[in-house]
């Protein structure tokens, strides 16, 4: 990247990698190659740049950022005691998000929440974007009990979401436990590495847990999901790939999210010529 690039035809080439100073609202960072240190009061915690350069621009504001920030953080931590809580793959939440044509993710954190969302909150609290009556995609165990209370009655009165939750009943039970009381329907059981390495957050790692994870699906009684629909999404969580595939797409506030890792920093995804890439590291040839 030219730092201060002159107004002359040059150039300046860099021989040791830099880093760049990406604090915001009062909480100290620094993005090196494509990962951000952040300094809290509770000690230093790295993330991914591009996950760091989405929160400062969406979400909370300048004024409550820091200290929403830090609760997102304990949130997080306290997300991963429970030993049901997952955070499952992009591809499959883009996938579900798409039979409902479902711009909303319920659960998780702003940490975590994949970027393919328009709008992200939990229970009753906007984690980014506004709100909008659009179908939802709920991650169930990336609530508590009370924030599970707050979207029910809208969730017994409305037909546009999928719910993903750790299995509320024997899988052989004659009637499985629903996520919420009235007009619900399981549509799937099924294991798979369908969840991100616990702790991937902070690295921003795309692997996936070497374990499977029991997983169900559901929706309202009167959603009218085609089988085939259903079957694709079954087969996806059954994946034995050891990685997310998070491809770049223009959905949700993705632009942001992409704009914020080392091509996107520096403006190559809108560079309107044509790119040439080589291995840069030193070395014998």
Known sequence: MVRQPPKVGAIRFHHEPESSNTSHADVTATTFQGTTSVTTCRGPYQ???ARWHLLTKVFSNPESFKCDFHSEILLLERLYENPKYRSFSWQILRKASKFLGAKTYIGETGLTTPPVFSNARRGTKTMWVMLDDSPVTINWNG???TEQAEITPTLET??????FTHPLGAEDAAT???PIAKGTQ???HTK???GRERGWWRTGTDKLASYGLETEVWNSQNSTIPDSNIIALGALLQTKSEKDLPDMRSEGVEPIYWAGTESGLMEIYNFPGVIYATDGSKGST
């Open 143 to 145: 609530l508590d009990p």
């Open 176 to 178: 499985p436990t629903p």
């Open 158 to 163: 409305s037909n546009n979401w999928i719910i």
């Open 47 to 49: 993330l991914e740049g």
């Open 186 to 188: 399981r549509i799937l």
């Open 192 to 194: 798979g590495k369908a």
